[in-house]
């Protein structure tokens, strides 16, 4: 899966999609690695248009979307490293 870095980020170091299998991969800064099923194409372009534009410099809160949509968002999750 290709991870995507989230520059200027409190929390999020890096995140990834695999629209085949619709798992979500989640790299954080303070450690741990989880992986999210089932989640939908378009919340991850949803996403990953944040990252961009966090990266490129706009004020964007990629964090805060990350947890409101898929951490609250019910989706089953593994933690797969520390």
Not at 20 to 29: D, P, Y
Not at 46 to 65: A, C, K, M, T
């Amino acid at each position: 899966m290709k991870m995507i870095e989230v520059k200027n980020s409190s929390n999020l170091r890096a995140l990834g999609y695999d629209s085949e299998t619709r798992q979500l991969e989640a790299h954080f800064k303070g450690g741990g690695q989880y992986k999210y099923d089932e989640v939908p194409r378009d919340l991850w372009e949803e996403i990953d248009d944040l990252i961009r534009r966090r990266n490129e410099g706009e004020d964007v809160s990629v964090g805060s979307s990350f947890y409101k949509k898929v951490i609250k968002g019910g989706f089953k999750y593994e933690k797969i490293a520390d």
